[in-house]
């Protein structure tokens, strides 16, 4: 099966100040896969995302979606490029609702224009909808704040709404820290959910075993440097991974 | 979440507070002095509460953005400081002068959300300092004298903004009439809309609002603008009701109008407000105020009732916010 290429990065560098953070870091992502970024502490896994998703501007290089080079400058351009980011907690507005999290910057409105009045009833169905899609079984209703759901449960609104509005790409940034286990399970469920839908998945977790359990194919980052693109998880052992992240395998 | 029972989610509402201080404050006057819900008293109080209620439907919206503006005292003086200067000068006709005071006014306001969404100023600081500009404004181009006000007799604009009409035994003036539709406007666009949706959003966590292609910035410069706006229309009204226009009043109400507003319910870190709550809060403090005398309390004593008064309901507030995020 030939990949479709989704996303591609090319000689990618980053400065801060006099700190070089990604040293020509070229990638790619298709679609329909979920891509591992694995790396030590500082190995440059956030800025790369960041770089990505649009928080910070690159120093060099160039970013490609669909074949056609984008300008990503903000987290909006990101966003109107299909990529979306779902950083720990901060992705939704904690005092408002399900519903109104997940259609904020893009309600929709009922009647004439001038009264911008929210549609209610499409966002409560659309809401339920999606809490069923992502494997929320739990009766919550649309008009529950955020506040009174559990980590687990915000991670799936937040990746319920990447899926809803036309993310090709979704960019999980520690989606389990600070999870139990079945909340893990949950996250990981809903990942798998994404991909069986069409989205591509890139996934950063301190913890491989979590990493191995749902991803295609691992990335591995060390001093700024993307140092492997295509371990498959299925042929390799954490043992191996571990020793690729802390730069001992080229000891032996 | 189980289900909970209507009274219950009656009672766990943010307003559920307020509504019954309100009732409590209303029984406890009235059966100490049944004056107090008279006609002629009801209609006195009701004129200053509007005006005051103005500017306190605006800084609920601008509250739940996460900012609150010091300056609207200071702008409710000198707007009818301005429009009376303008139009005592006999240069433009009284339209006209109103129309500049409310300008100046939108364009206060801008100043103030430019400096705070731009430079990153904390309100606090950027609307104290706008505060002393405007005041000293005031008092610098009326040397600190009051501006002849006697000449709007029977123009048409001073009767649509306070215009005085009678139901039964009740004078009202039209400024209740603007309040109402004003506390039903702010209320539709706090829950309704979309625009109501990016408010809240704003306060409750501008870096999410601003990924998902929320201009937050826009939104609060336009309610500074707005809330800029209100107090300047208020003091407008309030100049014209009293024959006065003294660039000194005003002064304080920029706290009592914060104090209405969280009373009811608003929370002054942002994210959650209520135009119901701020309603209830409006009255409580107008009422407190005018009981207090009609009962025979010094009024002097005034501050020492708010001032328990707003910590008490903090106190209930936060209360509830705990229960609330425990999930019980």
Known sequence: ?252 | MQQHSLLQRFIAKPEFGPLVLLVLELAVFWSLNPSFLSLQNIGNTLAFTVELGLIALAMTLLMTSGEFDLSVGSVFGFSAVLMWTLFNSGVVSLELAFLAAMAVSLFIGYVNGWFVTKLNIPSFLVTLGMLLVVRGTALYVTDGFPQRTWSAEGSWLASALVGSFSIGGLRLYMSVFWFALAAIGTHYLLTQTKAGNWIQASGGNPNAARARGVNVSRTKIALFMFSSAMAALAGIISSIRTSAANPNSGTGYELEVIAMVVIGGTVLTGGRGTIIGTVLGIFILRIMRNGIVMIGVPGLAYNIFIGAIILGMMALHSWLERRHNAGT
């Not at chain 1, 609104?157 to 960019?171: E, G, K």
């Not at chain 1, 999980?172 to 286990?181: A, I, K, R, S, Y």
């Open chain 1, 1 to 252: 099966m030939a990949a479709e290429e989704l996303v591609r990065m090319e000689n990618i560098n980053k400065f801060y100040g006099r700190i070089h953070a990604l040293r020509d870091v070229s990638l790619r992502i298709d679609r329909h896969e979920v891509v591992g970024l694995l790396g030590d502490n500082g190995a440059g896994k956030s800025t790369l995302i960041k770089v990505l998703s649009g928080a910070v501007p690159l120093t060099s290089g160039d970013i490609f979606v669909k074949g056609k080079k984008v300008e990503i400058k903000r987290t909006t351009d990101a966003i109107a490029n299909g990529i979306e980011t779902i950083y720990q907690d901060s992705a939704l507005v904690p005092q408002l609702s399900i519903a109104r999290n997940l259609f904020l910057g893009r309600e929709p409105i009922k009647g004439p224009r001038f009264l911008n009045r929210l549609d209610h009833q499409t966002m409560g169905a659309v809401a339920r909808q999606l809490l069923k899609k992502v494997g929320i079984t739990k009766d919550i209703p649309p008009e529950t704040p955020i506040t009174a759901l559990s980590g687990g449960e915000r991670q799936a609104v937040a990746i319920a709404r990447a899926m809803q509005f036309d993310s090709d790409l979704i960019i999980l940034d520690e989606p389990t820290n600070n999870l139990g286990v079945a909340e893990t399970q949950g996250v990981l469920r809903f990942v798998r959910e994404a991909r069986d839908t069409g989205h591509s998945c890139i996934f950063i977790a301190h913890n491989i075993h979590h990493v191995f359990q749902v991803v295609d194919r691992i990335m591995v980052m060390r001093g700024g440097k993307l140092v492997a693109d295509d371990i498959d998880p299925k042929k390799t052992t954490i043992e191996q991974v571990e020793r690729v992240i802390t730069g001992e395998h080229l000891l032996h």
